[in-house]
């Protein structure tokens, strides 16, 4: 029986490709991505992200990755919470949104 092997392509993870412009750029645009997925940010915003996108692998791929999480959990029911969770839930949701 022969052995098959593997290229070392197939064995391993896509890189992160190379930057051509600063990290901080990309960590902007992460933050507004969820906006962006839903439709939400206004068409200018929109049109940055896109052009950001276009020349970004990383972040492009990042997004596609998303759009794929948000799509499988759309797709799953939503789970009954007791009404202790509900209030565990609420109280630890208040405590994060307090200023520091």
Known sequence: MAKRTTTRSARQKPSVRPHRHGKGRCVSIL??????IDDELPGSLCEELRKHLGACPNCEEFV??????????????????????RARMRNDILRAARPR
């Open 31 to 36: 933050k507004k991505l969820s906006a962006y």
């Open 64 to 85: 596609a990755s998303l759009r794929q999480t948000v799509a499988l959990c759309q797709h799953q029911p939503t789970p009954a919470l007791s009404q202790a969770e």
